[in-house]
């Protein structure tokens, strides 16, 4: 959705009415999605290229030159970025630029000033790039202070022909007047007015004269007017040689009187407005939230008339037609339209305690959808998304009151989702949709876990078909081979974990055994370096007689975190990607370090890190959202899919070492986490089954990963589940894991320099590959073990004894109960015969 479209729909504000409304929600908001109106642009420089590139010359990864008068820029890599010459212009400022481009990945705009003369994340601004090789228009704020002397242009993350045919930059002036919020207590309307300019402005709202203070806020109250619980009515702030200032303000009123149609379905009570204007939702007689307008269009609401009072009720307008049904626990409401409106338009009451909009938001107890604690650059306003980064149809609150739900079948409708209330300025949490046609879903629940609600949708939906294998299995293998055996991934000194050079080159050990899985031959290497996949894969340390190497590596490491773990069971992390997240822990980074303790465990039956691992997992049961595991470049705080991974695994290992059935509900709980990251719909060749790595951006700023896949954090995830499978059929675990597994093999280079590598990210408008370009050793064990074939290493209990081998026949996994720590067997490749003949 562009963003003048999105500007366009924001020009009201949906403000509601309520028992028990809590003031201090209200004023504690923080979110102003509307923007200052701009009244008019002063031009300050252009750089046009009729006769050359106007002074920008290619620093990195493009080259630059024009003809007919337009700058040509060839990107020959993923970091592509060329600078202008010098200025002097007073900040801040806006860019308008007009650009045609083939590539992929967002623009930026980096800028220098006197004060800063180098490049700098914070003196930078993405935006969104459209790769259709048609002209378009872009207009990009800079929140510059100072003189800039210079701008830096990246255009996009790959490589392609980018064309521009203007750079400008202007000056916006903008209205000094905003309405920063609105909320309602009782029938009575506080508005929020701020002056941005130094000099006072005599106004008028509604009928109040006003003097706004400069450079200040002023609180301004209006009486709501009228006694129905659901009435429209528009503020107007005016002032002398300024343009207006319009809010269309809704009442939603919980006390007032109604002439109601009601229906009722188990717990649950639907008191429809007989003139179509709203709906009252109760549950147990008690008011959870409203539906209200049921639609709206063009900045009012359309008049309606009853035409049908069965089941469904149906009302009729201009233009318009609303169906509202009761169904069990679900109300069921259909729009249609000639043109483009809003709804139904749900609000549900109370104090949040979870919510999820799938794709792009995971929140837990009081927070604030569309915040800046996982993206600080404009992108965090994210409250009517590009419905290409919704992953799956579902918004959802969990607040004190209820459990509420909305989905839809037709993706290509445009969800609305705020919580706090900041698009209507009131108490509760807002969802609804946008198109002509809308059918949606509302569900209601007394009490009830997000998890149920994700589970619900998905299995009311149930899971996509598999996507189109890319390639035979024969074919597949080979080509994960041949990525493996030769340039770039492959030199004398090892493997790399990405095939671009300057990651650096060792002898893997992840690497090495999957060449072993793959061939039956072990590589000849002096020397073995724990990791280089996602998946650990450690049998070439038992193929090649190291099985006492490996001991004292993962002892040494196990113990490194034992001494690291807190007296309470948990793991603290202090790091600067700590900074907005309200404790110095989460779930995903807790996980992490279990599942390295567990696996120890179970390997070994080493006591000590059994113990830890249960400690920790009886700690880990306090958390509600999947977040922290990637705190080599985000957020502490961010919702997170490979937190998911960790989790699962790590219950899923406690339970079998133990046999405690609440780490099986536990290990379920986690699973149904990771389902709003993985995209269950598809409108392009490869989407169905890709999974969105985290809900926010590295670094808080770029790149934004919502709406990107990266599909190693979800084959991570796949693999978790495939653990899971065994003991769990709450949801076809295995067909979500195969899924993941054939995105990620259908992203997999097929030919050329990078053939069998998976790409670290792939852009789904523009069916991109991108950087960096990973070995394919997780591809290859969840391939592995999703054929029920073992992968790694096996881990058997024999005669009180514990056998771990590299081979499947070594494979005998003990039941889940709790194994003493006996002696360990350490199969190396001596002792095969004599071990498979003891065990068969």
């Given at each position: 959705?562009?963003?003048?479209?999105?500007?366009k729909?924001?020009?009201?504000?949906?403000?509601?009415?309520?028992?028990?409304?809590?003031?201090?929600?209200?004023?504690?908001?923080?979110?102003?999605?509307?923007?200052?109106?701009?009244?008019?642009?002063?031009?300050?420089?252009?750089?046009?290229?009729?006769?050359?590139?106007?002074?920008?010359?290619?620093?990195?990864?493009?080259?630059?030159?024009?003809?007919?008068?337009?700058?040509?820029?060839?990107?020959?890599?993923?970091?592509?970025?060329?600078i202008s010459?010098?200025?002097?212009?007073?900040?801040?400022?806006?860019?308008r630029l007009?650009?045609?481009?083939?590539s992929?990945?967002a623009?930026?705009?980096?800028?220098?000033?006197?004060?800063?003369?180098?490049?700098?994340?914070?003196?930078?601004?993405?935006?969104?790039?459209?790769?259709d090789?048609?002209?378009?228009?872009?207009?990009?704020?800079?929140?510059?202070?100072?003189t800039?002397?210079?701008?830096?242009?990246?255009?996009?993350?790959?490589?392609?022909?980018?064309?521009?045919?203007?750079?400008e930059?202007?000056?916006?002036?903008?209205?000094?007047?905003?309405?920063?919020?609105?909320?309602?207590?009782?029938?009575?309307?506080?508005?929020?007015?701020?002056?941005?300019?130094n000099?006072?402005?005599?106004?008028t709202?509604?009928?109040?004269?006003?003097?706004?203070?400069?450079?200040?806020?002023?609180?301004?109250?209006?009486?709501?007017?009228?006694?129905?619980?659901?009435?429209?009515r528009?503020?107007?702030?005016?002032?002398?040689?300024?343009?207006?200032?319009?809010?269309?303000?809704?009442?939603?009123?919980g006390?007032?009187?109604?002439d109601?149609?009601?229906?009722?379905?188990?717990?649950?009570?639907?008191?429809?407005?007989?003139?179509?204007?709203?709906?009252?939702?109760?549950?147990?007689?008690?008011?959870?939230?409203?539906?209200a307008?049921?639609?709206?269009?063009?900045?009012?609401?359309?008049k309606?008339?009853?035409?049908?009072?069965?089941?469904?009720?149906?009302?009729?307008?201009?233009?318009?037609?609303?169906?509202?049904?009761?169904?069990?626990?679900?109300?069921?409401?259909?729009?249609?339209?000639d043109?483009?409106?809003?709804?139904?338009?749900l609000?549900?009451?109370g104090?949040?305690?979870?919510?999820v909009?799938?794709?792009l938001?995971?929140?837990?107890?009081?927070?604030?959808?569309?915040?800046?604690l996982?993206?600080?650059?404009?992108?965090h306003?994210?409250?009517?998304?590009?419905p290409?980064?919704?992953?799956?149809?579902?918004?959802?609150?969990?607040?004190?009151?209820a459990?509420?739900?909305?989905?839809?079948?037709?993706?290509?409708?445009?969800?609305?989702?705020?919580?706090?209330?900041?698009?209507?300025?009131?108490?509760?949490?807002?969802?609804a949709?946008?198109g002509?046609?809308?059918?949606?879903?509302?569900?209601?629940?007394?009490?009830?876990?997000?998890?149920?609600?994700?589970?619900?949708?998905?299995?009311?939906?149930?899971?996509p078909?598999?996507?189109k294998?890319?390639?035979?299995?024969?074919?597949?293998?080979?080509?994960?081979?041949?990525?493996?055996?030769?340039?770039?991934?492959?030199?004398?000194?090892?493997?790399?974990?990405?095939?671009?050079?300057?990651?650096?080159?060792?002898?893997?050990?992840?690497?090495?055994?999957?060449?072993?899985?793959?061939?039956?031959?072990?590589?000849?290497l002096?020397?073995l370096?724990?990791?280089?996949?996602?998946?650990?894969?450690?049998?070439?340390?038992?193929?090649?007689?190291?099985?006492?190497?490996?001991?004292?590596?993962?002892?040494?490491?196990?113990?490194?975190?034992?001494?690291?773990?807190?007296?309470?069971?948990?793991?603290?992390?202090d790091?600067?990607y700590?900074?907005?997240?309200f404790?110095?822990?989460?779930?995903?980074?807790?996980?992490?370090?279990?599942?390295?303790?567990?696996?120890?465990?179970?390997?070994?039956?080493?006591?000590p890190?059994?113990?830890?691992?249960?400690k920790?997992?009886?700690?880990?049961?306090?958390?509600?959202?999947?977040r922290?595991?990637?705190?080599?470049?985000?957020?502490?705080?961010?919702p997170?899919?490979?937190?998911?991974?960790?989790?699962?695994?790590?219950?899923?290992?406690?339970?079998?070492?133990?046999g405690?059935?609440?780490?099986?509900?536990?290990?379920?709980?986690?699973?149904?986490?990771?389902?709003?990251?993985?995209?269950?719909?598809?409108?392009?060749?490869?989407?169905v089954?890709?999974?969105?790595?985290?809900f926010?951006?590295?670094?808080?700023?770029?790149?934004?990963?919502?709406?990107?896949?990266?599909?190693?954090?979800?084959?991570d995830?796949?693999?978790?589940?495939?653990?899971?499978?065994?003991?769990?059929?709450?949801?076809?675990?295995?067909?979500?894991?195969?899924g993941?597994?054939?995105?990620?093999?259908?992203?997999?280079?097929?030919d050329?320099?990078?053939?069998?590598?998976?790409?670290?990210?792939?852009?789904?408008?523009?069916?991109?590959?991108?950087?960096?370009?990973?070995?394919?050793?997780?591809v290859?064990?969840?391939r592995l073990?999703?054929?029920?074939?073992?992968?790694?290493?096996?881990?058997?209990?024999?005669?009180?004894?514990?056998?771990?081998?590299?081979?499947?026949?070594?494979?005998?996994?003990?039941?889940?109960?709790?194994?003493?720590?006996?002696?360990?067997?350490?199969?190396?490749?001596?002792?095969w015969?004599?071990?498979?003949?003891?065990?068969?």
């Open positions: 959705m562009s963003r003048n479209r999105k500007l729909w924001c020009r009201w504000v949906f403000v509601t009415l309520g028992i028990g409304m809590c003031a201090a929600l209200s004023a504690a908001q923080d979110i102003n999605p509307y923007p200052r109106q701009l009244l008019r642009t002063e031009s300050l420089h252009q750089w046009l290229f009729r006769a050359g590139t106007a002074g920008w010359t290619a620093l990195h990864n493009c080259t630059v030159s024009a003809a007919d008068g337009v700058m040509k820029i060839q990107s020959s890599g993923n970091d592509p970025y060329l010459g010098p200025i002097r212009i007073e900040g801040p400022l806006a860019v007009r650009v045609k481009c083939v992929s990945g623009g930026q705009f980096f800028w220098t000033t006197v004060e800063s003369p180098h490049t700098n994340e914070d003196h930078s601004q993405n935006f969104k790039l459209v790769h090789g048609q002209w378009h228009d872009y207009s990009v704020r800079l929140d510059a202070g100072g800039v002397t210079r701008l830096r242009f990246d255009p996009g993350g790959a490589s392609g022909l980018i064309e521009v045919e203007k750079i930059l202007v000056r916006e002036i903008l209205h000094p007047l905003e309405i920063q919020s609105v909320r309602v207590e009782g029938r009575q309307i506080s508005l929020s007015l701020t002056n941005h300019t000099r006072a402005i005599a106004c709202v509604d009928d109040k004269r006003i003097m706004a203070a400069g450079n200040a806020g002023q609180a301004i109250t209006l009486a709501a007017g009228g006694k129905t619980p659901f009435e429209a528009e503020v107007v702030v005016l002032a002398d040689g300024l343009p207006p200032i319009r809010r269309t303000v809704f009442v939603a009123d006390e007032a009187a109604g109601w149609i009601t229906r009722t379905s188990r717990d649950t009570t639907l008191k429809v407005a007989r003139d179509g204007s709203g709906a009252r939702v109760e549950v147990g007689g008690k008011l959870v939230g409203f539906i307008p049921l639609v709206w269009r063009d900045g009012i609401v359309p309606l008339k009853l035409v049908g009072q069965g089941n469904p009720l149906k009302f009729a307008g201009d233009g318009v037609s609303v169906t509202v049904a009761l169904h069990g626990e679900e109300i069921l409401i259909a729009v249609q339209s043109t483009v409106c809003e709804g139904p338009v609000r549900a009451l104090s949040l305690e979870q919510g909009f799938a794709g938001e995971y929140l837990g107890k009081g927070e604030k959808s569309s915040s800046t996982d993206i600080e650059t404009e992108e306003i994210r409250f009517a998304p590009d290409l980064k919704v992953t799956m149809p579902l918004m959802a609150f969990v607040t004190d009151q459990s509420v739900a909305m989905t839809w079948r037709d993706m290509s409708l445009q969800p609305v989702y705020a919580t706090p209330n900041f698009l209507d300025g009131a108490e509760g949490h807002r969802a949709l946008r002509k046609k809308i059918e949606a879903t509302i569900m209601v629940r007394k009490s009830a876990p997000l998890e149920d609600l994700i589970l619900r949708v998905v299995k009311e939906r149930g899971l078909a598999l996507p294998l890319p390639r035979n299995r024969e074919a597949q293998m080979a080509l994960s081979l041949k990525a493996l055996t030769g340039p770039p991934l492959k030199t004398d000194a090892g493997w790399g974990h990405c095939a671009e050079p300057h990651w650096q080159r060792q002898p893997f050990a992840d690497c090495a055994s999957t060449i072993w899985w793959l061939t039956g031959e072990a590589p000849q002096p020397k370096v724990m990791g280089g996949s996602h998946i650990r894969n450690e049998a070439i340390y038992f193929v090649t007689g190291r099985a006492k190497e490996w001991l004292t590596v993962k002892s040494s490491q196990v113990r490194g975190i034992i001494a690291a773990q807190k007296a309470d069971g948990s793991f603290r992390y790091g600067k700590q900074r907005g997240h404790e110095d822990t989460a779930s995903g980074y807790c996980a992490q370090h279990v599942v390295t303790l567990l696996e120890h465990a179970r390997a070994t039956g080493d006591k890190a059994l113990d830890a691992g249960i920790a997992l009886e700690f880990m049961k306090r958390f509600r959202t999947p922290g595991a990637q705190v080599w470049e985000c957020a502490l705080h961010t997170d899919i490979l937190a998911s991974a960790h989790l699962v695994h790590a219950y899923v290992r406690g339970y079998e070492l133990t405690n059935r609440d780490y099986l509900g536990q290990a379920r709980r986690w699973a149904i986490t990771g389902l709003p990251f993985v995209y269950l719909w598809s409108c392009q060749p490869v989407m089954y890709a999974t969105t790595p985290v926010g951006a590295t670094n808080w700023r770029a790149p934004n990963w919502i709406g990107l896949p990266v599909q190693w954090c979800g084959y995830y796949a693999y978790a589940l495939t653990m899971l499978v065994p003991y769990d059929k709450t949801l076809n675990w295995r067909q979500l894991a195969e993941i597994l054939i995105t990620a093999e259908q992203m997999q280079y097929p050329g320099e990078f053939a069998g590598c998976v790409p670290d990210s792939f852009e789904l408008a523009t069916q991109t590959r991108r950087p960096w370009n990973i070995n394919p050793c997780a290859v064990s969840l073990a999703l054929e029920g074939k073992l992968d790694a290493l096996a881990v058997a209990a024999v005669d009180g004894h514990r056998v771990v081998a590299p081979f499947a026949a070594a494979r005998r996994t003990f039941a889940p109960r709790r194994v003493p720590p006996t002696k360990c067997w350490w199969m190396a490749s001596g002792l015969t004599c071990a498979r003949a003891a065990m068969t």
